[in-house]
């Protein structure tokens, strides 16, 4: 049996630091995994999850079989038959209700899946329904604004350099934890350490001294929310002690008019705003200005929050009048051998629609999925009555979970893609589970375009699947033909994976060199160096240059001024805030025993003085309220949050009924989201704003 070990090289898909494994198999079977070393970008490193990947594989609670929801029971039934179910179903509703009727949520792992990365714009455009939605409108979304608004691409995203920065100012990011994101960075932590070592200084910037700013040069609390006026503040020091050392001002449009808009926030209002002296942001300002290079970078903190587009913008303000946007030790684009910006790709748009009852805009195809429940719950032209998932959670990982379980409970039909039958998919009426992952052909096309360095990589899938599986290609394939048919509307055959890459790959090849068995013959993946500046002559703007200044950004400030005015001196009620640990991914690993035993991680964190205040004790069970919920959970007492601040994660409430996750439902915690308010937005975006929410904490039995 020995001699039938064998390693494959691969790439993690779990989160984007998309590491490199070696698994060892014997046969059908994972006998391990370990970090591959001769992967050019994470040199050998893994995280806790990587090894999860066998748990996931050999889960007896994944999905195997299509399943049918018949009363409250699940049969398995043929792909034959429940293709044609789906189809019929939702044919039916689009027949009655129209095109509008049919809603759609991808979330986050499809973004790690090539397959369904490419399949969903095809689901879509089949149903021609503007009633689409994702997990980017609980992420990511105002960064793609800002990159559409100011550069003219919705996914020209400028990416840290962190390994050749002198100074990396992060607000409301953890890598450490995280592993990093929109920011693809391998190894984060021994990054991080040698921007230190050459004598550089990392920042962060956070309500919380995260696992980061355990590393880091310096750590400050910021009040949740505020952020803007301390970027606001730390631009205007600059300005004032002529700290600018602006690098293309031909490529810059407005820029007086953004400076002036912002120019009444002093340090000392900053200050009064953020919980952060005036001396320390006069400080920071002129570091970060006279460093030889340095890069500000915002994350979650910065961007699901209420003031997301706006912090994005500053963050790019911040790199712009510095001369540190498109410059080495700066922020950069990356220029991947499969581009997702330029000729033949899609720069993004916005508002072009609003959903109905809230009124909130389209970016790039899509609504906020914080009007996903209000759009299913409120009757009229254009509700959704059918519904179709894939790769997401929305009733753990969007606002309002308790809503959304109503919302979906009450569809006329809905269909998930999906490996479990979890706290979302115990609403379908069917399921159709993919084959493992780790039989799927895999190219991280997102995360090459984020990522540190230039790179690429594409792994086979381990084993072939069995006949009676599908990837998720083929699953989409197949619905949309079908849909196609009973619809009477055109679709294009589904494409193979590896066919995929392999056209998109040829048709650059004479720029990049690289051909498709190269790739496939590069088993631990190809580095292509170092990032390069490219942004200034890659602008998609209508004349090529930098909008500094875009109308719907500076017409936000205002909010923000009334917020700060409104909120900031006092912070009673508690603020609640995320966090993440690096045994946990979302909503969807804690079915891995392995990841989740020893010392619960799922408390709500709160300083001692908020504790003593209020009569409670480290260790005690709490109730947390907030406008739209309630939960009980035991509460932490730690000195690593800022005082008037409590921290919970997300992901966690396992407890529902009719969900088959027996480890998971052993480590229920409670969901963050059932606290959630869907009506408190980044108003430009539509971005939920799941942090910096307004609770009360208070003895369970009140
Ligand atoms: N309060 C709060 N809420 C948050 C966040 C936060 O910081 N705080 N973070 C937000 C962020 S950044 C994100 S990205 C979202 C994530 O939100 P979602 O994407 O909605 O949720 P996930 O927990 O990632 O759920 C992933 C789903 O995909 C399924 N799945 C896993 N692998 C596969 C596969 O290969 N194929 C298919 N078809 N399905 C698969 C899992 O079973 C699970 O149902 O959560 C958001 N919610
Ligand atoms: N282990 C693990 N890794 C993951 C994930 C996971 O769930 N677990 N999820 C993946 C996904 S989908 C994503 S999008 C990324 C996210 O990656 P990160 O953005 O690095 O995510 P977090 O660790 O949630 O860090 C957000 C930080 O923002 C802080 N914060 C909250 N509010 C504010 C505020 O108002 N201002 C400031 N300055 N800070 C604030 C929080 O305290 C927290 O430390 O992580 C990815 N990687
Ligand atoms: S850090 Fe992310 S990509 Fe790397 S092993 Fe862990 S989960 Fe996988
Ligand atoms: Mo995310």
């Known amino acids: 049996m020995k001699n039938a070990e064998r390693s494959i090289y691969r790439a993690c898909h779990l989160c984007e630091a998309i590491c490199g494994l070696e698994i060892k198999v014997n046969g059908g079977h994972i006998i391990s995994i370990r970090g591959d070393h001769a992967d050019p970008f994470s040199r050998g490193h893994i995280c806790p999850k990587a090894i999860a990947l066998k748990d996931i594989h050999e889960d007896k609670n994944r999905l195997r079989q299509p399943l049918k929801k018949v009363g409250h029971e699940w049969i398995t039934i043929s792909w034959d038959e429940a293709f044609d179910l789906a189809a019929e179903k939702l044919a039916a509703v689009n027949a009655q209700h129209g095109n509008n009727a049919i809603g759609f949520y991808a979330g986050n792992p499809a973004v790690h899946n090539i397959g369904t990365l490419f399949s969903v714009p095809s689901l879509v455009r089949i149903l021609k329904t503007k009633n689409a939605f994702s997990a980017t409108s609980v992420d990511q979304l105002p960064q793609q604004l800002t990159s559409l608004l100011m550069f003219g691409h919705q996914f020209m995203i400028t990416i840290p350099d962190i390994d050749h920065t002198d100074y990396f100012l992060i607000l409301g990011g953890n890598p450490v934890a995280s592993n990093g994101s929109m920011m693809t960075v391998p190894d984060v932590t021994k990054r991080l350490a040698a921007v230190r070592e050459r004598g550089g200084s990392v920042v962060v910037i956070d309500p919380r001294r995260t696992e980061t700013a355990e590393i880091a040069s310096e750590h400050h609390f910021i009040r949740p929310s505020t952020d803007a006026a301390l970027l606001m503040a730390m631009i205007n020091v600059m300005k004032t002690e002529n700290l600018f050392r602006i690098a293309s001002p031909e490529k810059l449009n407005n820029l007086d008019s953004a400076l002036l808009a912002i120019a009444d926030v002093t340090p000392e209002a900053a200050a009064e705003a953020t919980g952060i002296a005036?001396?320390?942001?006069?400080?920071?300002?002129?570091?970060?200005?006279?460093?030889?290079?340095?890069?500000?970078?915002?994350?979650?903190?910065?961007?699901?929050?209420?003031?997301?587009t706006l912090n994005q913008w500053l963050v790019q303000l911040m790199n712009i009048v510095t001369g540190n946007l498109d410059r080495v030790g700066g922020s950069m684009p990356t220029q991947p051998i499969i581009p997702i910006t330029g000729p033949g790709t899609k720069p993004g748009s916005h508002a072009r629609w609003h959903s109905r009852v809230s009124h909130l805009p389209e970016s790039g195809g899509e609504l906020p999925v914080a009007a996903l429940a209000e759009e299913i719950l409120t009757p009229g032209d254009g509700q959704i009555r059918a519904f179709i998932t894939t790769c997401g959670n929305p009733v753990l990982s969007t606002p309002n979970g308790r809503k959304l379980d109503e919302a979906l409970a009450s569809l006329d039909f809905m269909v998930s893609i999906d490996i479990y039958l979890n706290e979302t998919t115990r609403h379908a009426d069917l399921i159709l589970p993919p084959a493992s992952s780790l039989n799927h052909d895999h190219y991280d096309l997102i995360f090459n375009a984020f990522a540190v360095r230039n790179v690429t990589r594409f792994n086979a899938g381990i084993w072939q699947?069995?006949?009676?599986?599908?990837?998720?290609?083929?699953?989409?394939?197949?619905?949309?033909?079908?849909?196609?048919?009973?619809?009477?509307?055109e679709s294009r055959p589904a494409m193979p994976t590896a066919k995929l890459i392999e056209g998109m790959l040829k048709a650059g090849e004479a720029v990049h060199g690289i051909s498709f068995a190269q790739l496939v013959e590069a088993e631990h993946g190809i580095d292509l160096g170092p990032l390069k500046p490219s942004l200034y002559s890659r602008l998609e703007t209508p004349d090529g240059k930098i909008d500094c200044a875009p109308a719907v950004i500076i017409k936000d400030i205002a909010r923000f001024k009334l917020y700060v005015h409104q909120k900031a001196p006092i912070p009673n009620p508690l603020i609640m805030i995320g966090r993440r640990h690096v045994r946990s991914n979302n909503s969807w690993m804690h079915n891995s025993l392995r990841l989740v035993k020893g010392k619960p991680r799922d408390q709500l964190m709160m300083h001692p003085a908020d504790l003593a205040a209020r009569g409670l004790k480290d260790g005690?069970?709490?109730?947390?309220?907030?406008?739209?919920?309630?939960v009980e959970i035991a509460v932490q007492a730690t000195d690593s949050l800022m005082p008037g601040v409590v921290s919970l994660p997300h992901g966690f409430g396992h407890d529902r009924k009719g969900t088959c996750l027996g480890v998971a439902h052993e480590h229920a915690g409670v969901s963050y989201n059932d606290l959630s308010d869907a009506g408190d937005i980044d108003v430009i975006s539509g971005n939920a704003a799941l942090n910096g929410i307004a609770v009360e904490v208070t003895h369970v039995s009140t």
């Not at 030889?292 to 970078?297: G, L, Q, W």
């Not at 006949?467 to 197949?478: S, T």
């Not at 005690?620 to 309630?630: L, N, Y």
Request: aromatic residues 8%; contains cysteine.
């Open 465 to 489: 699947k069995s006949d009676d599986e599908r990837y998720d290609w083929e699953i989409f394939g197949e619905l949309v033909k079908r849909l196609a048919l009973k619809l009477t509307r």
């Open 620 to 630: 005690q069970r709490v109730r947390v309220v907030s406008r739209v919920g309630q």
């Open 278 to 308: 005036a001396g320390t942001i006069r400080r920071l300002a002129r570091e970060f200005a006279a460093a030889p290079s340095a890069v500000c970078y915002g994350r979650i903190g910065t961007t699901l929050q209420a003031f997301g």
